[in-house]
Each structure stands twice: as structure tokens, then as C-alpha cells.
């Protein structure tokens, strides 16, 4: 099993989220596609610079569907629900769906009854991080996740999480 760290800075005016492995070496790094649009996210290479894939915002009626381009062929989209309501998350055509515990500090990651791996947060913190661990056959999702959890962040913040949502002891 790798793991890797996702942080967002208290305060940041990029929106950036930061990718590091265990060793604590800078990863990835996100940044806002489109300055006029906060829904749109690339996601960087820092060891070459180069761009891995882009991320946009699309909505019908009853869902929010991210959808994740890469080489600008549509790769993976991460569909939600609206509303106040319990979330899901799902990401297609993968089949890849998400389970989370009650206080939404624990996502698990489920591909045909197979687990994939396990996105955590902690509930309190002065800034956002997100612990991902990926099991071994999965490590090439591992962008898939980053997007992920800038959908979970953008949906279910921190703050709201604190006040509106239950905690399980």
C-alpha cells in the first residue's frame, strides 16, 4: 500500500491543493484552469513540469458531473449529487463508486467488490489535508483521487462538516 498526502494551505489565494509521497517531496500540484472560473483544475507534474490532466465543471438538473480530461480526451468524469442531502460520488466509465463513514472523514474506494483504496481527513485542522492510501493495483488511479478530493473538499468543506455533520464516537 503507497501513501501520499494532499494539503491545502489555510490560507491560499491560488485554491492550490499540494501532492506529497511519505518522504515528503512535492508530487503534484493543482492550479485553477480558468482565472475567471473556480471549477476548472489542472493538475502539474512537478518533476518535469508538465501537464498530467484538467478538470471542469459541468451541471444538469439533479447532479454535478467534474469532468477530467487529459490530452483533451474525456478520461473520467466524478458525478455528485445537489443539495444538503447525503452525498455520493461516483466516477465513470471506471465504475469506481465512493463509501464514506458518517462523519465523512473516511472515504473508501470500491471498483467490482474490489477495494481500491482509502481517502481520510481529520476533523479538526488548520489546514486541509487528505491522507490517500492506494493499494498496489490502483496506483495508476492515483490522479483520479486528486481530483477526487478537491470534489469531497469543494462539496462536504471542513467547516460545514464541523457544524451540520455527525460525528460517530
Known amino acids: 500500500m503507497k501513501k501520499y498526502y494532499v494539503k491545502k494551505r489555510f490560507i491560499d ?3 492550490s491543493y499540494y501532492v506529497y509521497n511519505t518522504e515528503k517531496d512535492l508530487l503534484f500540484y493543482t492550479r485553477i484552469a480558468n482565472p475567471f472560473s473556480k471549477y476548472g483544475y489542472d493538475l502539474w507534474k512537478t ?4 501537464l498530467v490532466a484538467t478538470m471542469f465543471r459541468k451541471q444538469d438538473r439533479k447532479n454535478v458531473l467534474f469532468t477530467i480530461e487529459k490530452d483533451e480526451k474525456e478520461i473520467a468524469r466524478i458525478q455528485t449529487n ?3 442531502t447525503k452525498h455520493f460520488f461516483s466516477i465513470e466509465p471506471q465504475g469506481i463508486h465512493v463509501v464514506h463513514n458518517d462523519s465523512k472523514l473516511s472515504y473508501t474506494l470500491w471498483q467490482d467488490d474490489e477495494e481500491l483504496g482509502q481517502i481520510d481527513t481529520k476533523l479538526l485542522r488548520l489546514s486541509t489535508t487528505f491522507t490517500i492510501e492506494l493499494y498496489p493495483h490502483a496506483e495508476q488511479l492515483l490522479y483520479l483521487f486528486i ?3 478537491i470534489v469531497i473538499d469543494k462539496v462536504d468543506p471542513s467547516m460545514k462538516g464541523l457544524l451540520f455533520k455527525r460525528i460517530p464516537f
Open 147 to 149: 481530483y477526487l478530493i
Open 82 to 84: 445537489k443539495g444538503w
Open 47 to 50: 518533476e518535469d513540469e508538465s
Open 13 to 15: 489565494l491560488k485554491d
